[in-house]
């Protein structure tokens, strides 16, 4: 053993003392001899060695901030965990991340992989080495798995992680690691085999004893059989893919009238996603109940489960918000659905860690529960059963693809402790039927002293910590694939983070996760924050009498219902982009030489100071070097006025617009005239004028109640001692007698829309007006009009037909000189693994189609003219 191995098993006994407290870590406190035995086993391990496969494009990282011994501790416990000496983690963005979190804090080296779309993403910067896969497309790189075990074969890799998605619940590449003598961090492919085959699953479970819905799960899919079959199912009925899970290849029919489009689109999407188009019938149940028990069982026979969670809270058949346990349910049934969770697993020869879905009636009086599917790898929503354990369940799951049995048992695991939720954060629009879409994270900031990717666990201990200074019971965990600056783009799932809550009980932390919402900045992209804001905060949630898969169907109306926008929050976007305008001003441009002399005049007439920075793209769209917006000008009338372009307010409602007139009475003090409108249905807003929607001047008016936007009668607000800081991100004001704080942002989207983002009061607020044409950075796409936020669409021609999103064209459903009517699907689009229906908003005439199926498109791009006829 040489002097780097002996040093640690010297301290390995220290570590696994100071470790023992943390129930997921127990195990740790083994003899150190029996640890120094294991660790001579594997010190050619534990040694640098020459590598002699490919360089990696990043170095290592620097090593985690645990225990000197905790890295090792793992990897020392047995012998058999040579299995793992090195990893490769077949996955990309959030899960890649927390993967080779845990890795690397037990010392394992690892290896990250990457498509063309995820050159320099964070897992990358997490990994020991990194390699090139392929394109963008998943079917080009990630589901490759001939190209992901050759770079088993390059670098040595003795493992693989498949993460979720991708080739995570693909038995024939579960099956080839295992004959190339890899070890897949996941169960044997004959159990994803049978699991993945719901009709295969139901027959299992119903002859382990464990309930299941009725329906048919036969393997004749005849259309004639199927129709038989859902006669005697009865309607309502759910089409369900046979293969898959995550709400793909699932349809609702209410009727046998509805039958053979939702069996035509549930085969056309179970295709797509899975290659398999085979599906299954089964019962309806009106008022589901959605929860699920996450289990863990190794080669020995053991089996536990890390107790259930509730995942109801969902839109699209996809989860929005978990939580662990799943509340108001008596421990009689705790204990039941664990139980059967077991049994389901053990039934199927499962090993590692899966999660049992179950479906609870919640009409009945009983409260039943069915098998639904089991998912045969980690689940998105694994944080918070290791928050309410207190365990590390990718720690768990290395330890058995290497052979080991549980570190606990169920007896030793006890109960839940505490509570726990999960918010998941989607690049995605919540008021456009949840449409995800893209973008450039401009602006990404997480709740203060939250940790990541990092089990409460390993990081402080069952005690808990003061992770959230103003509720020090509450514990924070943001688990993100994505750092400022990074692109999220559309050939894979929307997920920007989950953002993970622990409190000593569900009132704690559901305040947690309220609060921690609040504190969570994100721009650049559309997403879905501020929903979740609303759903967290939702009385009915917070009672939890009446959960069900409905819970967002049912109170879409409260959900969904519009913004606000106190006039001192506009108010105080006013003064923003104003200040912002004279901190750009007041930054040297890049003009001509022979126009140099004039700028420099220009620009200290509108700051004296010569202070401040900004973009080249702010800097070209305001007038602020005018001496009319400067209060100290000479002027025969009253007071510097400044009136902006109507600009938009999305979060508002349909076609909101907000209007801004300043009237500066020295620095840093303002009357601001505001008024919040609807333009016109259909309209859009305007422009701006040639100065950018900046400078138009009311003169001397000086009356209280301006005129803006033709006629609109406005509120005077005062606001004083207004203070952008020296960075331009933080604004500090008193708005009519109250002193506030803003965090700021603006940025020009898409080359043709500024955007202007303010963070107040623990509400987030967007307002966007169109730059002008001649503006230098808004270039072709001004004049083409699109839009901002990433993802609205922009001003068409009258009568075009826009892609909601990025796509592929599946199928045109109509043709030109065909006639529609207002609700018609005309064309079905295919993004992220999904089908989107777009229909016609009005009846008319299709005068031209301008794609054609299996055509990419991009967001906002027409596809085809349809002329009213009225």
């Known amino acids: 053993m040489n002097a780097a191995t002996s040093g640690a098993v010297a301290a390995s006994a220290a570590a696994a003392a100071e470790l023992s407290s943390c129930v997921g870590l127990r195990w740790l406190s083994h003899e150190a001899s029996t640890i120094g035995v294991a660790l001579t086993r594997l010190a050619p391990f534990c040694t640098p060695q020459l590598r002699t496969t490919p360089q990696p494009l990043r170095p290592a990282a620097a090593p985690a901030t645990y225990p000197a011994a905790a890295r090792a501790i793992s990897t020392a416990a047995d012998a058999q965990l040579g299995r793992i000496h090195k990893l490769v983690v077949a996955n990309r963005g959030e899960i890649a991340c927390r993967v080779l979190t845990t890795a690397r804090r037990l010392g394992v080296p690892t290896v990250a992989v990457f498509s063309d779309a995820d050159r320099g993403a964070r897992h990358i910067r997490l990994a020991d080495e990194a390699f090139h896969i392929g394109g963008a497309a998943a079917r080009d790189s990630y589901l490759r798995a001939d190209v992901l075990l050759d770079v088993c074969a390059r670098v040595g890799g003795h493992s693989v992680h498949p993460g979720y998605g991708f080739l995570s619940e693909n038995a024939a590449f579960a099956d080839a690691c295992v004959k190339a003598g890899i070890a897949f961090v996941g169960p044997p492919g004959d159990a994803i085999r049978a699991m993945g085959n719901k009709s295969e699953a139901k027959a299992i479970m119903h002859a382990a004893g464990v309930p299941v819905v009725p329906g048919y799960h036969g393997e004749d899919q005849s259309d004639p059989k199927l129709f ?26 209410r009727s046998a009238s509805e039958l053979p489009d939702a069996l035509a689109s549930a085969r056309r999407e179970a295709a797509a996603a899975f290659g398999d188009d085979r599906v299954l019938i089964e019962r309806f149940v009106e ?26 809270l969902q839109r699209r058949h996809q989860k929005v918000i978990e939580e662990a346990p799943a509340p108001g349910l008596p421990d009689a049934f705790h204990s039941e659905i664990g139980d059967a969770a077991v049994r389901a697993a053990r039934a199927a020869g499962y090993i590692n860690a ?7 009636d919640m009409g009945a009086p009983e409260r039943p529960f069915y098998f639904m599917e089991m998912n045969t790898r980690l689940q998105v929503e694994h944080p918070v059963s290791e928050e309410v354990a207190g365990i590390d369940l990718v720690e768990w799951q290395l330890r058995v693809a290497a052979g080991l049995p549980l570190p606990l048992t169920q007896q030793q695991l006890g109960r839940p402790r505490g509570h726990a939720f999960e918010a998941r954060i989607y690049a995605e629009s919540p008021r456009r039927d949840f449409l995800p879409g893209g973008g450039t994270v401009r602006r990404w900031r997480v709740p203060p002293g939250s940790v990541a990717f990092t089990p409460g666990c390993v990081a402080d201990g069952p005690a808990g910590s003061a992770a959230n200074a103003a509720e020090p019971r509450v514990r924070v965990r943001v688990d993100s694939g994505v750092d400022e600056g990074d692109q999220v783009g559309t050939f894979y799932d929307p997920m920007v983070a989950k953002l993970v809550v622990w409190g000593p009980d569900r009132p704690a932390a559901l305040a947690g996760l309220r609060d921690a919402l609040s504190r969570t900045q994100l721009a650049g992209l559309p997403s879905n924050v501020a929903f979740l804001r609303r759903l967290a905060g939702h009385g009915a949630f917070e009672t939890a009498d009446d959960l069900t898969t409905a819970f967002i169907k049912d109170h879409q109306s409260e959900l969904m219902s519009p913004q606000a926008l106190p006039r001192s929050v506009l108010a105080l976007a006013g003064v923003a982009r104003h200040l912002l305008d004279v901190r750009a001003a007041a930054a040297p441009l890049d003009f001509p030489p022979a126009a140099s002399l004039v700028s420099a005049s220009l620009l200290s007439a509108a700051n004296p100071s010569g202070s401040g920075s900004g973009s080249a793209a702010a800097r070209a769209n305001t007038s602020s070097c005018s001496p009319w917006d400067r209060a100290d000008s000479k002027r025969l009338w009253g007071r510097a006025t400044r009136a902006f372009a109507p600009m938009q307010f999305p979060e508002g409602g349909p076609n909101a617009r907000a209007d801004v007139r300043l009237e500066i009475l020295s620095a840093g003090d303002f009357d601001v005239v505001c008024v919040t409108c609807s333009a016109p249905a259909g309209g859009a807003p305007a422009s701006g004028d040639a100065s950018g929607g900046t400078g138009g001047r009311t003169g001397g008016n000086t009356s209280g109640d301006a005129d803006i936007a033709g006629g609109a009668s406005g509120e005077r607000v005062a606001v004083r001692r207004a203070l952008l800081d020296a960075a331009g991100g933080r604004l500090t004001a008193e708005v009519e007698g109250r002193t506030v704080a803003a965090d700021v942002m603006r940025y020009v989207h898409a080359g043709s829309v500024d955007v202007l983002c303010l963070w107040t009061d623990g509400q987030a607020y967007e307002l966007r007006w169109r730059m002008p044409q001649w503006s230098r950075e808004a270039g072709p796409a001004a004049a083409a009009g699109s839009s901002g936020g990433g993802g609205g669409g922009g001003a068409s021609l009258a009568g075009e037909v826009a892609a909601p999103l990025p796509g592929r064209v599946v199928k045109l459903l109509v043709s030109e000189g065909q006639k529609v009517a207002a609700g018609e699907v005309l064309v079905v689009l295919e993004a992220m693994k999904m089908e989107h229906v777009v229909k016609a908003t009005r009846a008319g005439l299709v005068s031209a189609l301008t794609v054609s199926a299996g055509a990419q498109v991009q967001d906002g791009q027409a596809m085809m003219v349809v002329r009213s006829q009225e």
Do not use: N, W, Y
Not at 354 to 360: A, D, K, M, P
């Open 287 to 312: 008022r589901p109940r959605h929860v699920e028990v996450q289990v863990v069982c190794d080669g020995h026979g053991g089996g536990v489960s890390v107790f259930d969670r509730d995942c109801s």
């Open 228 to 253: 038989e079959e859902a006669q005697r199912v009865g309607f309502p009925l759910l089409v369900k893919a046979v293969s898959g899970g995550g709400g793909k290849g699932m349809r609702l029919a």
């Open 354 to 360: 899966g999660t049992v879905e179950f479906i609870v």
